[in-house]
């Protein structure tokens, strides 16, 4: 039996989940070790120093670094290397290695109370600008259609397509309160700061249908702010995003709003 399935981690699907699970087993296998020797030593200590009759308590200065406290110092070690040779790597390729442009799929993720809008650049790769006084029902992340680079970006709600292997950059805004970004099976959770513009890459390794939720209390509605990523084949994603593209006279039309 898959012991990751005890622990009811969902399954892996982006090329850094292995790295992540990786830590969140060795962690576990290490809390576990330690509750257990700490207890057989604990244990051990009560009986050794039980009360006897005709035996009083001893209480004796020490300096520097006694016997006791080696046990404390070898975790303290072990975490050290734990954060030096692991976390710090991992970390640093999720976070600092920003994938370089040009063959990524670049999409903005605009998080609002209580929705999930996503904006694709079009076949122009550019995005086009956006207005907060356009903003509207119609027009939910205010897109200026007099911009030339917006009239082919396609708007979504609640709905990310992404395809299989190959890298994908989202710029993560929001429109309004901290929202966060959160994909279990991609093992990505990240804040979302309004005012800013924080960039997150993910490169698929499974096909499906998965859930985006939010992971940060953002209001009445927070629990029914739940989107979905689909990854789709890299032939699947063109040929959809191929039919979500604007028809020219959408474009203008919208411009009347
Ligand atoms: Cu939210």
Known sequence: MNLLHLFGLPPAASTYAADIDFGL??????????FFSWSVYLAYLVFRYRNKPGERAEYEKSEGISKAMIPGLVVLVLEMILIIFWEIPVWGKIKEEMPKMGDVVEVNVLAQQFAWNIQYPGPDGKFGRREQKLVSFSNPIGLDYNDPAAKDDIVLANELHLPLGKTA???LMSMDVIHDFAV??????????????????????KIGTFDLACAQLCGFGHSLMVGHVVVQTPEDFAAWLKKEA????????ANNF
């Open 246 to 253: 604007p028809a020219p006279q959408a474009a203008s039309s």
């Open 184 to 205: 279990p099976e991609f093992r990505i959770k990240q804040d979302i700061v309004p005012g800013m513009d924080i960039p997150l890459w993910v490169k698929p390794t």
């Open 169 to 171: 950059l989202i710029h």
């Open 25 to 34: 087993r060795l962690t576990f296998g290490a809390i576990v070790f330690v």
